[in-house]
């Protein structure tokens, strides 16, 4: 039993050592255009279970963007600057979470009127982030 614990905590360990690098995040990115997209057929075709897979692939890839380790590593010298930044991350990534559940709420009660209106709010979101954050 002892050895399964000290087991499991070393795999989550070396887990979370992996370190999050640029090419990283940058497919990261892709997947959450391609997830947009996805989410907006699933609009177009009047197609729950599309809009559905869409926002599945957005909420747990948002989940991954962070700073990149050699981001990390240069914390010290501008740790408050980059305090800033990311709670600025991490109040877009709360709102984008948010809108992605009123659009399931929304366009399954078939309201597709609002639940568009969330997808624009989270492309704002988006956005934002490109605007403000270039590094971390
Ligand atoms: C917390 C900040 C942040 C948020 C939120 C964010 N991005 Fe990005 N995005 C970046 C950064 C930083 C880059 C530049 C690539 C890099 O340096 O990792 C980028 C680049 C991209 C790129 C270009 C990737 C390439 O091939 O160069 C796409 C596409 C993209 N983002 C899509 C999205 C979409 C869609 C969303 C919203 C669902 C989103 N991003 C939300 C920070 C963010």
Not at 38 to 47: L, R, V
Not at 107 to 126: H, L
Request: net charge positive.
């Amino acid at each position: 039993m002892k050895n399964i614990i000290i087991g499991l905590m070393l795999a989550g360990t070396l887990l979370q050592a992996a370190p999050y690098t640029q090419a990283d995040r940058v497919k990261d990115m892709t997947t959450l255009a391609e997830a947009m997209g996805t989410i907006q057929s699933g609009f177009f075709y009047n197609n729950y279970e599309t809009v559905e897979v869409g926002i599945e692939q957005l909420t747990t890839t948002i989940a991954n963007v962070r700073p990149t380790a050699e981001e990390n590593a240069k914390k010290d010298v501008m740790e408050k600057y980059m305090d800033k930044k990311f709670q600025m991350t991490n109040k877009i990534v709360k709102k984008i979470n948010r809108k992605a559940l009123t659009i399931l709420e929304r366009f399954r009660n078939g309201d597709a009127t609002q639940a568009a209106q969330a997808y624009t709010k989270i492309m704002g979101q988006c956005m934002k982030c490109h605007r403000e954050i270039r590094n971390w």
